[in-house]
């Protein structure tokens, strides 16, 4: 069978087997290495992508390759109830670069069951059961994070969800005001939404929400699912504005592209009873040593400097842009957003025949999630790439 062949049959398979929840660009990867990947026939694209943004270090780097490989031949699994080395060291780890007052950490597979910690940390600590989210919002899929999720697509199939549950637009403090209560658990936002349009929040917004819950006695959470290790030009999104969640949810990039979340736990929340949560796979060994070699790498090369630096020439690059379809171009470091003002999706997939990879966020925003390792020669081609969509399709 040659390779055409194979790719077709394999493609076959895929949607005959798969859930179909999926919907898939016509395209097979098999290989990556940095932020380039490739296709089943050959064909080489720039990853702009980025495995939705867990792939900050890119694909395959060698540090991550080899701390993965010399603990697989120690051991995958470690159960919570016993002690663990490499366990032991990422908690350290992860305490010690979080935001100031962060103190303990809760380890799982992925960003929504980081979410779903802290939702039910926030109502045992507090003993409130209201939770207030933002309009726009994306924190996951399972039913807590979902009740969370803003987009009535993704929530109405399954409501009833978690009741108690406030949306108030982004970015308006008056109308969170008129929510937040003694009876309010907590509030979670982004720094930057991300499934939302990448929207950044404003510096002064952010500080009043922390101070609000300080205020009336609510949890102040988080996500930083996408923004965190070093995607917006800092570790942690929270950063740009010296915020200091009491509950902060991170996942994608801490362990190198390999699936693993955090919940991470500041002085507020308190002591967790035993036997309230837990999690079979949540901070294995293998996982573990990918994620200390992934933030050993961020800070040895400098990672989160060069987003904000190459973040800065994307944005520009794409605000030069002389295209009248395009609204808005904005961003925080290597994260990244052109709104439209039609549809992105023919503008994704001519750009995917232009051999750069690329997201949409909602309908109309093109959303550029690339590794932070990626060449300033591709963040050039990248610019010059979507300069010949946007104007050549104008």
């Known amino acids: 069978m040659d390779e055409n062949m194979n790719r077709e049959q394999m493609i076959a398979w895929e949607t005959q087997y798969e859930s179909g929840v999926y919907t898939k660009q016509p395209i097979m990867l098999v290989r990556g290495e940095g932020a380039r990947v490739w296709d089943a026939d050959g064909t080489e694209y720039i990853d702009c992508v980025g495995g939705h943004g867990a792939s900050n270090l890119g694909h395959a780097h060698p540090a991550v390759v080899a701390a993965v490989t010399a603990q697989a031949q120690r051991m995958f699994l ?3 109830g016993f002690y663990n080395d490499q366990r032991a060291e990422l908690l350290k780890e992860l305490v010690r670069i979080a935001p100031q007052g962060i103190e303990r950490a809760f380890l799982c597979n992925s960003g929504t069951e980081a979410v779903e910690a802290a939702l039910k940390f926030a109502r045992l600590a507090t003993k409130r059961v209201k939770l207030v989210s933002t309009m726009r919002a994306f924190h996951g899929r399972t039913m807590g994070a979902l009740s969370m999720t803003w987009n009535k697509d993704y929530r109405q199939p399954f409501e009833p969800l978690i009741p108690d549950v406030a949306f108030v637009p982004y970015g308006k403090l008056d109308r969170l005001a008129k929510v937040v209560d003694d009876q309010t658990a907590g509030v979670i936002l982004e720094v930057v939404q ?15 929400v922390q101070a609000m819950c300080r205020e009336r006695g609510a949890l102040f ?6 923004t965190g290790f070093g995607r917006t030009g800092k570790l942690f999104a929270s950063e740009h504005y010296d915020l200091h969640p009491d509950l902060m949810c991170v ?11 955090a919940t991470l736990i500041g002085a507020r ?24 070699a992934t933030i050993h ?8 400097e060069r987003a904000a630096k190459l ?17 808005e171009v904005r961003g925080l470091g290597l994260m990244v957003g052109i709104e439209l003002k039609t549809q992105s999706g023919q503008y994704l997939a001519a ?33 010059e790439k979507v300069t010949s969509v946007l104007t050549v399709m104008d």
């Open 221 to 226: 959470i988080v996500d930083e699912v996408q």
């Open 311 to 327: 973040g800065t020439r994307l944005i520009t690059g794409f605000a030069s842009i002389n295209s009248s379809i395009i609204r």
């Open 194 to 208: 991300g499934e939302g349009g990448v929207n950044p929040g404003d510096g002064d917004y952010l500080q009043a």
């Open 251 to 261: 996942a994608k990039s801490i362990a190198g592209g390999l699936p693993m979340g």
């Open 297 to 304: 790498t961020l800070e040895s090369e400098h990672l989160p």
């Open 78 to 80: 470690s159960p919570n």
């Open 351 to 383: 750009l995917a025949e232009q051999g750069v990879l690329a997201l949409p966020a909602g309908g109309t925003v093109m959303r550029f999630l690339p590794p932070l390792v990626i060449s300033e020669a591709d963040i050039e081609t990248v610019i």
């Open 269 to 292: 929340v308190g002591e967790i009873p035993k036997k309230t949560h837990g999690n079979t796979f949540g901070g294995n060994p293998l996982t573990c040593a990918a994620a200390l």
